[in-house]
């Protein structure tokens, strides 16, 4: 985060700023309330109809956060939430729907664009870190993807960011549409797995723009190291997330909306079958624990 404004920060961290902030420029994000008592929480769930997507401020991880299908599971889930931030918020559920997001960067001269797109195999409901990642998208066309490009640029300037960040949304191929999910104004382990997929050093890059160089200025400009544009792909990657819940006893096996994973592996190829096998390959034990509990969750 070293760069980034305490304002960005908290837009971004805030959920309830968050989506006050986003109605500025009219971007659609999940209808929403952020409360701080249960009985408020009860009160926002009732109203937007269950099932609900509950998460909590200022967690990583996808911590305290999970889809409530009825009035029993959210007051259980709420309680859990509440314990690990005084705010959560309580919105509508869009399970089901594709989960995609880009890595941005844009520097003091609002020069901005998106570095890579990434498209989680699972759907909405299972969390990026738990769920298999593959880059660049595959199941978007060229006008969903230039639609999601920019407004993931119009998002971004909108926030104030200054350096690298990553932008979540979900979204229905059937009709276009699409909610914002979240920013993360910092690097992430989604943006470590981009760095690896696309060799674009965005820590470095983060790092470069937070001592005042402009994109122009890193990497040489009319070089293939240029920092000034994306890179462009002719390959396929994907990310396969490891466990080691023997090591946890009662942690629940299925995979959801909460990270429980440890490690992840990446595999490169020309096609998406390629990847696959290739990234199951890579680990047979683990890829069969990962087979039982995707099953046990989907």
């Known amino acids: 985060m070293l760069g980034t404004s305490v304002e ?4 971004t961290e805030d959920r309830d ?5 986003l109605d500025e420029i009219e971007m659609k994000t999940p209808v929403s309330q952020a409360v701080e008592t249960m009985e408020d929480a009860l009160a926002a769930a009732e109203k937007i109809g ?3 997507m509950v998460r909590s401020a200022y967690a990583l991880g996808g911590l305290g956060s999970g889809i409530c299908a009825d009035r029993e599971e959210f007051i259980k889930l709420a309680e859990s939430s509440f314990t690990f931030s005084k705010q959560i918020l309580v919105e509508e559920s869009f399970k089901g729907w594709k989960e995609i997001e880009f890595e941005v960067i844009r520097d003091a001269n609002d020069h901005c664009f998106t570095v890579a797109s990434m498209e989680n195999f699972d759907p909405l409901g299972i969390h990026t870190g738990e769920s298999i990642v593959v880059a660049p998208t595959c199941s978007l066309d060229e006008k969903e993807l230039k639609l999601l490009q920019e407004l993931s640029v119009k998002c971004i300037r909108h926030l104030g960011i200054v350096g690298e960040c990553n932008i979540q949304y979900a979204f229905n191929s059937e009709t276009d549409d ?3 999910i979240e920013v993360n104004a910092r690097l992430s382990r989604s943006s470590a797995l981009t760095s690896k997929a696309t060799r674009y050093p965005l820590a470095f890059v983060a790092a470069k723009i937070a001592l005042g160089y402009t994109l122009d200025q890193i990497g040489g400009m009319g070089t293939p190291n240029s920092a000034y544009a994306a890179p462009s792909l002719d390959y396929l990657i994907c990310k396969i997330s490891r466990w080691d819940l ?3 006893v009662g942690v629940s096996r299925k995979i959801g909306s909460s990270m429980k994973s440890v490690g992840e592996i990446m595999s490169i190829g020309r096609s998406f079958e390629e990847i696959i096998q290739k990234g199951a390959s890579y680990d047979r034990t683990g890829n069969a624990r990962f087979c039982r509990q995707r099953k046990s969750s989907l």
């Open 8 to 11: 960005a920060i908290m837009y």
């Open 50 to 52: 269950f099932p609900v």
């Open 178 to 180: 699409y909610r914002v």
């Open 246 to 248: 023997t090591k946890f």
């Open 17 to 21: 700023l968050f989506v006050k902030k």
